[in-house]
């Protein structure tokens, strides 16, 4: 009997309702949880849980809820052995993500709440489920250290201040590191292999006019056959569209005559430039062809830029797919030539008189360049400098580098010490406040004794001077009051403030980094004004330029902008007014 394949879709569906399950038992354990002895102390921490492949989650009662189970059982262990409760509070559960990066949103609040002192002890059941890369182990290690967060590997007790025990379990992060990849080197090698010898895809690659060759239990082999009778269509398709004048013209035509692609689907721009310019048609594939300018001898056989052929040859006229090709060459002239670009940081930059700057081409010889442009003061600077420190800036958030924690601490410091001085500021009117009391007190003690003493007319000179001492009084009193009620107010907002780096951030700059890497400037631009309200520029001498950069969780907060980072940029060519970077 023929064993069907779950399809991509099927696949994530069990996927979530296999996270759903341990969620739910994570959950129940949380709400019941007992202490081993009352009479011990209890410290609070968490469980990470990762697998780096969805077929893996997607297996009922399997590894991803035993590593609920095996830190359950750590964290009772744990607690015999030293007297103290681990009561677990949270569980950190990541489906289907390689730990070869530490781009991973559960990883990162995890990272974040331990900054936090959310958590004394972390527990999962080996190195490799919460990284394989050194670096990032011996950083999170650090972080862990500094935060007294105690970690906790099933069957491996260690001492944090012992060489020795650190030693080991950098050893272990190397292991789990050349483990990841051997496994990957082999996976290379294998559909490498595969492909240029056999002409095997690794994967379901259904493209219109081929037919995948089943084996005998129906499951595709990866290698492909021509359909003749689908290949007319694309005959049809690719003559269309040297007839077409743009991509939709073409769609609308597929759609006409109700030609579909491989899976069904009617055609959108992605799928039929695809089909177009697919190599497949003239039995050809090229392997890794980013590689395809870089020295071959020095990369390994699975990462070199190779032409493969398939034995089925050419099954649309060569001369056909040339003069196809070369039309995509001309219309994507045409469209960059045509299209303006976006300026992510237009409306961000801010000179120091207030001014801003706007995206702008330039003309004539300098003529594909593009600049920042400031009307008021004539300035104008290269968009790929400040584009550059910006990509910069965001790449030590991600990477918590020294600078970043560093910038975090000043931030700290300086809402610390904005606090003594509004405490301070508190301090003085109620101080004031006091001494205006006691004045009072001072003058009703002496009307009495005016009054007391039977002597009307004394009584009556001094009631003049009792009136305008005490409305004075009444009326400084109101004023330091109001002063005192938004010192409070301003008081309580900075010391609840906190420094950008928390995960909605770490959210927004890996989306920008990700648009960034995709040369998606329009996205980029809104994300740039999720995070900066403005970046300052200023310049210091003929040579350089400062800038500043503002986050905008940070500013609001404190009720004023604080500045977290600061760029040097140094100017090339300097003429006048007139500056261009």
């Known amino acids: 009997m023929a064993r069907r394949r779950l399809s991509h879709k ?39 849980l990762r697998l780096s492949d969805d077929t893996q989650v997607a297996v009922e009662r399997g590894s991803l809820e035993q590593q609920i189970h095996i830190a359950i059982a750590e964290s009772q262990y744990r607690s015999e052995q030293e007297r103290i409760n681990y009561r677990i509070t949270e569980f950190y559960i990541e489906p289907g993500i390689t730990g070869t990066h530490d781009n991973r949103p559960e990883f990162i609040r995890l990272q974040h709440n331990i900054g936090l002192q959310k958590h004394r002890f972390i527990i999962f059941k080996e190195i490799s489920r919460l990284v394989r890369d050194v670096e990032i182990w011996k950083r999170f290690f650090k972080l862990c250290q500094t935060y007294d967060c105690e970690i906790c590997i099933r069957g491996l007790p260690f001492n944090p201040n012992d060489p020795a025990s650190i030693l080991q379990l950098d050893q272990l992060a190397a292991y789990a ?19 240029i010898t056999s002409g095997k895809f690794n994967g379901n690659f259904p493209l219109l006019g081929f037919d995948v060759v089943n084996n005998e239990h129906g499951e595709s082999t990866g290698v492909y056959r021509p359909n003749k009778k689908e290949l007319k269509q694309v005959e049809w398709i690719m003559k269309s569209f040297l007839r077409a004048d743009q991509y939709k013209t073409l769609i609308q035509w597929c759609d006409d005559k109700n030609i579909k692609n491989k899976r069904g689907q009617k055609f959108n721009h992605a799928s039929i430039k ?65 299209v303006r670009r976006c300026y992510p940081l237009s409306g961000l930059l801010v000179f120091d008189d207030g001014s801003t700057f706007v995206g702008h ?20 600077i290269r968009s790929e400098l400040f584009e550059t420190e910006v990509e910069k800036i965001l ?37 004031r406040l006091q001494a205006l009391d006691d004045e009072k007190a001072q003058l009703d003690k002496r009307l009495n004794f005016l009054l007391d003493d039977d002597d009307p007319d004394m009584a009556q000179s001094f009631k003049e001077e009792y009136k ?51 040369n998606d400037l329009i996205s980029l631009k809104s994300l740039y004004k999720k995070l900066f309200p ?40 300097s003429s006048g007014s007139h500056l261009s970077i």
Not at 282 to 310: A, C
């Open 534 to 573: 403005k970046i300052l520029v200023r310049f210091q001498d003929n040579s350089k330029i400062q800038l500043k950069f503002f986050f905008n969780n940070v500013s609001s907060t404190l009720g004023r902008v604080e500045d977290i980072f600061r760029a040097w940029i140094k100017m090339v060519e």
């Open 274 to 338: 695809a089909l177009l310019s697919n190599p497949r048609y003239i039995g050809k594939w090229y392997r890794n062809k980013h590689n395809e300018g870089k020295r071959q001898n020095k990369l390994m056989p699975y990462d070199r830029y190779t032409e493969v052929s398939f034995d089925y040859g050419c099954v649309i006229e060569e001369s056909l797919w040339s003069k196809v090709q070369e039309k995509i060459k001309e219309m994507e002239s045409a469209r960059v030539r045509g």
């Open 10 to 48: 099927e696949v994530k569906k069990l996927v979530l309702k296999v996270v759903s399950d341990c969620k739910a038992l994570a959950k129940s354990h949380v709400k019941n949880w007992k202490p081993v002895d009352k009479k011990w102390p209890t410290i609070n921490g968490a469980v990470y």
């Open 361 to 380: 081409s330039a003309k004539g010889r300098s003529s594909g360049l593009t600049y920042y442009y400031n009307k008021q003061n004539n300035l104008r």
């Open 468 to 518: 305008k001492q005490y409305l004075l009084g009444k009326k400084e009193r109101q004023e330091l009051l109001e002063k005192r009620e938004k010192f409070c107010l301003l008081q309580d907002q900075v010391a609840r403030a906190e420094a950008f780096g928390k995960a909605g951030d770490m959210k927004v700059v890996n989306a920008a980094l990700g648009h960034l890497r995709r």
């Open 177 to 195: 590191e050349f483990e990841s990849r051997t496994t990957s080197k082999r996976i290379k090698e294998s559909n490498h292999s595969a492909l």
């Open 395 to 431: 790449r030590q958030i991600v990477c918590n580098s020294d600078e970043f924690q560093q910038s975090i601490s000043n931030f700290m410091s300086e809402r610390d010490n904005a606090v003594d001085v509004m405490s301070a500021k508190i301090q003085e009117i109620d101080d």
